[in-house]
């Protein structure tokens, strides 16, 4: 079956940690996201990644960082620059073929960091 | 910029009663639309997109919603709920220009159907 899987589905961070979450997709898209959503506030974009190794600073960038060396591969750091890290946390795919219908996301089951 | 609203935060319903959770976007460029449906503690689940054509779009699960280019609007319909659609629904927009393409999400609408 293809499809986005995250990991882990929980995760803990103590204080001054720096924590990193996987997300991998074998639907071969090209374009890849990162969102953080909160209580009551929609999703917000953190970075995202159109291609194999480059990526873009999204609305909220400032405290994480990401590579992507592989297509299938998006990991998202969480640094303890990050004051307020506890969200859940949502990684996507589109395809990006540049036609519209390359345009829809698909997204991942989530993880959820805790701060302890 | 764009910008969505999602005008209700809360809509309750009684089961089998119809629904309607309304979205207004901001663009003053063409834009794709699309609505998720989101499950406690899961990912988000593609309901419907509109990116052409028709204006009236059917989904899954009975939804469907329709594109109002003059009102900048992309309402979400169901003609009879159930107690499974209880749920978060987003509405999302992205534009129809070369750069950023991620989706702009509104705060969504949370979906309780009573029995």
């Known amino acids: 079956d293809g499809g986005i899987t995250q990991s882990p589905k929980y995760l803990f961070r103590k204080e001054g940690q720096n924590v990193t979450l996987s997300c991998e997709q074998n639907?071969?898209?090209?374009?890849m996201y990162w969102y953080r959503q909160d209580p009551g506030q929609g999703l917000r974009l953190i970075y995202y990644s159109q291609i194999v190794n480059d990526f873009q600073k999204g609305d909220i960038a400032e405290g994480y960082s990401v590579s992507r060396e592989k297509k299938e591969s998006f990991p998202l750091t969480v640094t303890s620059a990050q004051k307020n890290p506890t969200a859940f946390y949502l990684c996507?795919?589109?395809?990006?073929?540049?036609?519209?219908?390359?345009?829809?996301?698909?997204f991942g089951p989530g993880t959820r960091l805790l701060v302890l | 910029a764009q910008s969505v609203t999602q005008l209700d935060s809360q809509v309750p319903v009684f089961e089998e009663a119809p629904v309607e959770l309304r979205c207004n976007y901001s663009s003053s460029v063409s834009v794709y639309l699309f609505w998720y449906v989101q499950y406690p503690n899961q990912g988000l689940q593609l309901l419907l997109k509109y990116l052409s054509g028709s204006t009236l779009v059917k989904g899954i699960n009975g939804f469907e919603a329709e594109f109002n280019k003059s009102q900048t609007s992309f309402h979400l319909r169901k003609p009879s709920v159930h107690i499974s659609d209880t749920a978060e629904y987003f509405c999302?927009?992205?534009?129809?220009?070369?750069?950023?393409?991620?989706?702009?999400f509104g705060s969504g609408t949370r979906l309780q159907v009573q029995p």
């Open positions: 996507a795919s589109s395809a990006g073929s540049g036609k519209a219908s390359g345009e829809t996301q698909y």
């Open positions: 999302a927009v992205i534009t129809h220009y070369t750069g950023r393409r991620a989706l702009t």
């Open positions: 639907l071969n898209h090209d374009a």
